[in-house]
């Protein structure tokens, strides 16, 4: 696993190594979605499975009652689900699938971390699904209502100053995020001491050549905010 220069472009820092890079633009949505993988073998993609109509409402309706005290909650749902989208185009639920394979061998379960994970939607959603999960946000108000609401262990930190133990995780997932960071290069060492061998960094990140950002042009901020 290779970094370069915080100066040069985000996809060159992915370049070198035993990694390679795939990606798929979610062009309505305006984001590229980049799965990093060891191997040379393209993810099928897959249809997520869709939430019934009454555990959509429940959602919404809880996420109306918490935005009274966590204002940010208020879209998480929908935020998730743009998220739960974008992992199944890169064909998550076939790495998904391997890795609970493997773990449960070891009498485990696969580990995950979300970089950003703001109230903890999505780490709800794939602990459910059997993932044991860690979340890192530097919203101490997020931080808290994913603790206080969905039972998660989130550090209120950054994920440099989290100081996790190293090869820890199947999965390290950050969307909409390191368009954001000033040094995308530390980022990226933390993220890949982090891994396990085998182990996978899923980035999503908005695309300014996305369908979305050229229909509007100058007002075009990304469909996350």
């Known amino acids: ?10 996809e060159q ?6 990694v390679d890079i795939f990606s798929t633009s979610a062009r309505v949505f305006g984001s590229t979605d980049t799965l ?36 940010e909650a208020a879209r998480q749902f929908d935020y998730s689900a743009l998220e739960l989208k974008a992992l199944s185009d890169l064909g998550f639920e076939e790495i998904e699938k391997a890795a609970m394979e493997e773990a449960s061998s ?15 939607a999505l780490l709800s959603s ?30 209120a930190s950054t994920l440099e100053d989290a100081k996790l133990p190293g090869a820890s995780f199947e999965i390290v997932h950050a969307s909409q995020l390191i368009e954001h960071l000033n040094a995308p290069g530390a980022f990226l060492r933390e993220a890949a001491r982090l891994l396990t061998p085998r182990g996978r960094l899923v980035l999503a990140t908005p695309n300014a050549a996305g369908f979305q950002a050229q229909l509007l042009g100058g007002a075009w901020r990304s469909a996350i905010n």
């Open 1 to 10: 696993f290779k970094v370069i220069e915080d100066s040069q472009t985000n």
């Open 13 to 18: 820092a992915l370049q070198g190594g035993n």
């Open 36 to 71: 990093m993988t060891g191997s040379g073998k393209r993810m099928r993609s897959t249809t997520a499975p869709e939430m019934s109509a009454a555990v959509m409402m429940q959602n919404r309706a809880d996420a109306l009652f918490a935005a009274r005290r966590y204002p």
């Open 106 to 120: 070891r009498g485990a379960r696969p580990r995950l971390l979300d970089v950003g994970c703001a109230t903890g």
């Open 126 to 155: 794939l602990k459910e699904r059997g993932w044991e999960v860690l979340g890192v946000e530097t919203s101490p108000d997020q931080a808290s209502y994913g603790r206080e609401t969905y039972g998660l262990d989130i550090r």
